[in-house]
Nanobody, 123 residues
Framework: VQLVESGGASVQAGGSLRLSCAAS????????IGWFRQAPGKDREGIVC????????YYADSVKGRFTITSDNYKETNYLQINALEPEDTAVYYC?????????????????WGKGTLVTVPQ
């Protein structure tokens, strides 16, 4: 099983990024994919998750409206679109997978993890 994130970059405040999570080694259609982030000196926090059937679970109200999760099952890739970036969005962003549904407990319920991609939004 492998999850590989890409798309991280240094972007000015107000800009946008699309992060990708390329999956292999499991039946992508059967899995929920979630995005999480860890800022320097802070705990890992959940952003959003997309279940195998298309339901979205947001782990923080603060990300609604700026963060959009989508999947391309043919390419076995999940995407996180981030708009109106803020310096507080600076973090390593991780994607993770778990069978079927997004766990209510967030990161603790995910099974497989990628190694992360760094997003930096300078002050």
């Amino acid at each position: 099983v492998q999850l590989v994130e890409s798309g991280g970059a240094s972007v000015q405040a107000g800009g946008s990024l699309r992060l990708s999570c390329a999956a292999s080694g499991f039946t992508f259609d059967d899995y929920a994919i979630g995005w999480f982030r860890q800022a320097p000196g802070k705990d890992r926090e959940g952003i959003v998750c997309l279940s195998f059937s298309g339901e979205r679970t947001y782990y923080a109200d603060s990300v609604k409206g700026r963060f959009t999760i989508t999947s391309d099952n043919y390419k076995e890739t999940n995407y996180l679109q981030i708009n109106a970036l803020e310096p507080e969005d600076t973090a390593v962003y991780y994607c993770a997978a778990v069978l079927w549904y997004c766990p209510n407990k967030g990161a603790g319920g995910m099974e497989y993890w990628g190694k992360g991609t760094l997003v930096t939004v300078p002050q």
